[in-house]
Every structure is written in C-alpha cells, then in structure tokens.
C-alpha cells in the first residue's frame, strides 16, 4: 500500500526565514513546500491535497498572509488545513485579527526553529486525530442510517404480514387498512398545520400513519361467526368483538422486544384506543377527554368514516355527505373538538379519496 504524502506549505518573502523553516523539517516525513508571497500560496493550496499545515507570514508582497487567510476562509479550508501564523513584533495588532479567522497558533519573530517545529508537530497530530474522529464519526452515522432503514423494513414487513392476514380474515379489511393510512396521513397535515400545540413533527407522522394500519390486527383473534355476520351483532356477540383492541395489544406485545420503541408505542396506542370516544362512553379503557392521545382520535374519525362510507356484509355504504353529517352530529360517537375542526378542514379531500376509488372499482 503507497504511503500517503504528507506535505507543510511555507510561506514568507525573505527566503532565508523560507531555509530556516524548511531545515527544520529536512529529517522529517514531509515533502516541503514553498511560497514567497500570498498568490503563490494560493496557487500551492488549490494544486496540493495533503498539505498538512501552513506556516504563513503576514506582511509580503501582490498578496499578504490575511489575504492569504480570507481565501482559505471563503474556500472553508482552515477547519481542514491549521495555519500557524509567523509574524515579526511590529504587527502585533494584527494578532486578533489573525485568530479571528481561526488560525491555529501565533509565533513572533524572531523565532526559535525547535519551538516551530514542536507547535508544528503538535498542531498537526492534533488536526489529525479531528479529522479521524470525524470520519469515524460520519462511518458509524451511516452504520445507524443503515440500521434505521433495516429497523423501518422489518416494521413495514411486519405491517404488510400482519395486514395480510387481517385481510385474508375479512375481505374488506385489508383496502380498509390502506385508507386509514391515507386518511390519518391527511388529518394529521391539518393538525400539525392548524394545531401546532400537539407537537407532532413529519417524522412522528410518518410513524402515526404507519402505525394506523395496525389498528384492526386485533380481529385476528375474533371467531368467523362474529367477524363475518351478515347482519347486526347481538349485545353478547358485540362484546366479543370490542375485544378485538385488546387482542390487538397483545399481539404487539409479542412481536416486540423494545417497549420504549416509538412506533410500538404508536402502534399499541392505536390499537387499544381507537375505540374510545371524547365523552367516555368508548372501550376498552373508557378514557375521556385529553386522557385519548389526539393521534388515535385522528385515526378513530378515519377508521369511522371509512368503515360508513364503506360496504359492510352487515350494509350498504352510505354517501360521503350522509356519513360526514353523521360524523359531526355525533351520531357515530364524540370526537375532540381539535379532531372535528381537523375533519372539517379535510372534508373535501377525503371526498376526493372515495371518488378516486369508486373510479377505479371496474367490478
């Protein structure tokens, strides 16, 4: 393997300072650079990829050392090459100056080569132990995306197994699925839009909509002769299904490891209260008010609309304005007045959601 160059730029006017710095590094594992003024620097820095430090005089002719600084400045190369700033006493005032652009040391004139070469060495370890840092940082950036973009996989694998078999159960719960989704990714732009109180960032949608298409999988463990009843279900036969949000807790208990996960929390939230309504009269937990997590209030009214504008073995679909009507008389359950406001907004789209589906039923 070719060992890497490692180069030291040295700039200065008088060329006996130029002899003395370069003998200073002769035994050293440098190749060794030369300037005699600011344009020649300019000219080495933008030839020279390995230059490892610059040691840089400040007053020299066609360009000085500041101009020599405000091009490193304007390129953003002085957090990757240290300068160290090599100046005679009757420039003192320009050493603010000098650190201002982020120079990495200041010597005086006339100065000692051992002292040089040891702040010299110094910054440049220095450097390089930061560069390696960040690249090791940027490696194990990628290695957490790389797992992230795994972890959301395996997730969006589950929730196509898990609705797969939702659907294989009921016929119409699988499309339904899908629509929630789309119909919770619209309410939740309105609410982050109208309502920025609750604090849900694209992100956290993102997660929320996913989670949504969950929200049924409890019915897995709901008898045929319940789930699939031609007809309205008996008081005893209604309570066996408002188990369904429970069972479907208790899948996802199972199926996951990290409790403190997001998404598991979306997703259980989802499943066990998307039944509960704002006045407390829903199920399981009979929750009311603010103690419902506004997320699963937004996939409810989906999950309500969908289901009446939908067709049931147990009944026909009612019109997009016959069931938003129902919706806002709260004759399908109370909602938050957030939610409702949020629906309200989201009317005509969902509308448009439905037609676009009726277009393409061809059956």
């Not at 100056?97 to 220095?126: C, M, T, W």
């Not at 290695?143 to 997730?155: H, P, S, T, W, Y």
């Not at 909509?209 to 969950?214: D, G, H, K, P, V």
């Not at 009979?286 to 073995?313: C, F, K, M, N, W």
Request: proline share 4%; aromatic share 10%; glycine share 4%.
């Amino acid at each position: 393997m070719e060992k890497e160059i490692r180069q030291i730029l040295i700039v200065d006017d008088e060329e006996v300072n130029r002899e003395i710095l370069k003998e200073m590094f002769r035994d050293e594992d440098f190749e060794l650079l030369e300037a005699e003024n600011g344009e020649e620097a300019v000219k080495q820095l933008e030839k020279n990829e390995n230059i490892q430090v610059v040691l840089l005089d400040i007053v020299m002719p066609v360009l000085d050392g500041f101009g020599v600084l405000e091009y490193m400045h304007e390129h953003k190369i002085l957090d990757e090459i240290p300068v160290i700033l090599i100046t005679s006493e009757d420039v003192l005032d320009s050493e603010d100056q000098a650190y201002s652009y982020g120079v990495a040391d200041v010597i005086h004139k006339p100065f000692y080569p051992h002292i040089v070469k040891r702040r010299s060495k110094n910054i440049i370890e220095l450097y390089q132990n930061k560069r390696n840092m960040e690249i090791r940082l940027k490696e194990q950036e990628e290695e957490i995306r790389a797992q992230e973009k795994e972890l959301r996989e395996n997730n969006e694998f589950m929730i196509e197994m898990l609705s797969s078999v939702v659907e294989a159960r009921s016929a119409e719960s699988g499309e339904h699925t899908r629509r929630i989704k789309y119909f919770t990714r619209i309410m939740l732009k309105y609410l982050m839009q109208y309502f920025p109180k609750y604090n849900i960032t694209p992100e956290q949608m993102d997660l929320i909509c996913r989670a949504s298409t969950l929200h049924d999988i409890g019915k897995i463990g709901i008898p045929d002769a319940i789930l699939l009843k031609p007809g309205k279900l008996t008081p005893e036969e209604f309570e066996v299904m408002k188990k369904h949000s429970v069972i479907g807790c208790e899948i996802l208990e199972k199926s996951y490891k990290d409790r403190q996960d997001e998404f598991y929390r979306y997703a259980y939230d989802i499943c066990r209260y998307h039944h509960e309504r704002w006045d407390g009269k829903g199920y399981p937990d009979h929750l009311q008010g603010e103690e419902i997590p506004i997320y699963t209030q937004v996939v409810a009214i989906a999950d309500v609309y969908d289901a009446l504008v939908s067709p049931r073995v147990y009944k026909s679909a009612y019109a997009n304005q016959v069931a938003y009507e129902m919706i806002m008389n709260g004759e399908c359950g109370q909602f938050a007045p957030d939610v409702l406001e949020c629906f309200e907004l989201a009317k005509q789209d969902f509308f448009n959601i439905i037609e676009v589906i009726k277009m393409f039923e061809f059956a």
